[in-house]
């Protein structure tokens, strides 16, 4: 997995890009397994490290405290020193990150402690990856990090789950709920974990949290590019508006590959032979006219950091380390990598949003509508048609510009001054993931206002792709009616023709 792909599977050779390939690896019905050589290296580390106890040498986190504790020592029960590690790092809050991101959470961390530089005990690992395998799912708080010696907080509530001691979902009834983790342990007939102090560090020392989320935002932006593309072939097409914006030729003489991708995606909604209308002016605004150049440059954006986080995901964020025979002390787990990445990705999105809203706009003003009614009404006056859905849209286009100013620009030392330089990693991904959300309607708004347009001009509507069930969600309209439940019904059409990796249970 260190090629370099599009997102969204735009390769020469059809290779799916990474971000999904690592959704896809770590779904419901995957299973984490131990592969060929990964025991001997796991055994190799963990002897390395009981070596350098047997020597009476400093190990952080073994013999020593954690954190600005280190210059004391450790308990001498190294369960002691596990539990305590994780006790104290319990005090995350807030809505926890959902089960399929916290699936992610987990996978990644097992995945990176079987590659042997963790020194934890591959039986150890059996463990945790068997209750994995079979749905263990814990409940993370998504608030309370600063994801500077990893995510901690984050990960000491999934350690806590696996040992009994804290919450974990149970699918009941159609429905996750959040059950206690002990019961839900009882009920897969496992017993709690004990975790010794190096292979709780190992476990909560990590960006996994972070990355896990930013990897699920990094797939939901490219899908909102997809979708975004989708719309404006369409609305090409409806507005009768010039496709020469679109014509390979441009981006060829340009020479960036996602603006080339983004047009050949517009052009599949555009038919063959389609000429713009004469009553069009001849260049677009640019909403419309460049939405290559910035669909384009937002997918070269979510490919430089695709590969950041697939880099993430394959290596070990933890401290210390053990590479070459050595145990080597130092900073893995700083999250930097995922919280620049984290912080693009949500520039991106704003980008996306913004150029859908403006679409929007496009469509709604007779000036730029081809003399269509204001707002789409039927019966202007009477009605004001799509008026608050072009007013909401707005909103959702500020609000996503507040949740992704850079979270790594929000930094504030901590911990005694041990952390003092942090990323906020977890956090920003966080509010990247609530943009998306706002992200996905904005664009649906769009929707709306693609299908009002269609009606309003009874123009035909194309059979195949979405453009039939966002017509039978959004029906003509006749007077002001509610549209809040169409813009969510244009979003479900929507991700529906960009489908979404994770995967459920097959009992869900």
Request: aromatic content about 6%; glycine content about 10%.
């Amino acid at each position: 997995m260190t090629r370099s792909t599009h997102p969204t599977g735009a390769t020469a050779d059809g290779a799916p890009p990474l971000p999904e390939e690592i959704l896809r690896e770590a779904a419901w019905d995957a299973a984490l397994s131990l592969g060929p050589g990964d025991a001997e290296r796991m055994r190799a580390s963990r002897e390395i490290l009981d070596g350098k106890l047997d020597r009476g040498e400093p190990v952080y986190g073994v013999t020593h405290g954690f954190g600005p504790l280190v210059t004391y020592r450790a308990s001498d029960s190294r369960f002691d020193q596990g539990a305590g590690l994780i006790s104290h790092l319990g005090s995350g809050q807030g809505a926890p990150l959902s089960p399929e991101v916290s699936r992610l959470v987990v996978w990644l961390r097992l995945s990176g402690m079987r590659q042997g530089h963790s020194s934890v005990d591959p039986d150890f690992w059996r463990v945790l990856a068997d209750l994995w395998n079979r749905g263990f799912t814990p409940v993370i708080p998504r608030e309370g990090t600063v994801s500077a010696s990893g995510d901690l907080q984050p990960l000491a509530h999934a350690a806590l789950a696996f040992a009994g001691r804290g919450e974990a979902w149970a699918r009941e009834e159609g429905a996750w709920r959040v059950r206690p983790a002990e019961k839900v342990l009882a009920d897969l007939g496992a017993s709690p974990v004990r975790w010794s102090g190096r292979e709780a560090l190992a476990f909560v020392n990590g960006t996994s949290a972070g990355l896990a989320q930013s990897l699920a935002n990094h797939h939901e932006v490219s899908r909102l590019v997809r979708a975004t593309a989708m719309l404006t072939g369409r609305n090409t097409v409806v507005l009768g508006a010039n496709p020469e914006a679109f014509h390979d030729g441009i981006g060829r003489a340009r020479g960036q590959h996602g603006q080339r991708v983004a047009a050949e995606w517009i052009r599949r909604e555009i038919p063959e032979g389609f000429e713009r209308d004469a009553s069009r002016p001849l260049q677009e605004p640019y909403s419309l006219r460049c939405a290559p150049q910035v669909l384009g440059a937002v997918l070269d954006q979510l490919e430089a950091c695709g590969t950041i986080l697939a880099r993430e995901a394959q290596g070990c964020t933890d401290n210390p380390v053990c590479v070459d025979g050595e145990i080597l002390h130092g900073g893995n787990f700083h999250a930097m990598p995922v919280g620049l990445a984290s912080d693009q990705i949500g520039l991106c999105l704003q980008q996306v949003a913004f150029l859908a809203e403006r679409q929007l706009a496009l469509l709604v003003s007779p000036v730029t509508n081809g003399g269509a009614n204001p707002m789409l009404t039927p019966v202007p006056g009477a009605g004001s048609g799509l008026a608050g859905v072009q007013i909401s849209a707005t909103s959702f286009v500020s609000r996503i510009r507040q949740l992704v100013y850079p979270s790594s620009l929000t930094a504030l030392p901590t911990n005694n001054g041990n952390q003092d330089h942090v990323p906020m990693a977890l956090n920003g991904a966080n509010s990247v993931a609530d943009a998306a959300e706002l992200g996905w309607l904005a664009v649906a708004s769009l929707a709306v206002g693609t299908a009002q347009y269609t009606a309003l001009l009874d123009l035909p509507v194309p059979g195949g792709g979405p453009w039939e069930d966002l017509a039978r969600a959004c029906p003509p309209l006749e007077q002001d009616r509610p549209l809040a439940p169409e813009v969510r019904a244009a979003r479900a059409v929507l991700a529906d023709a960009v489908p979404h990796p994770f995967s459920t249970p097959a009992d869900a």
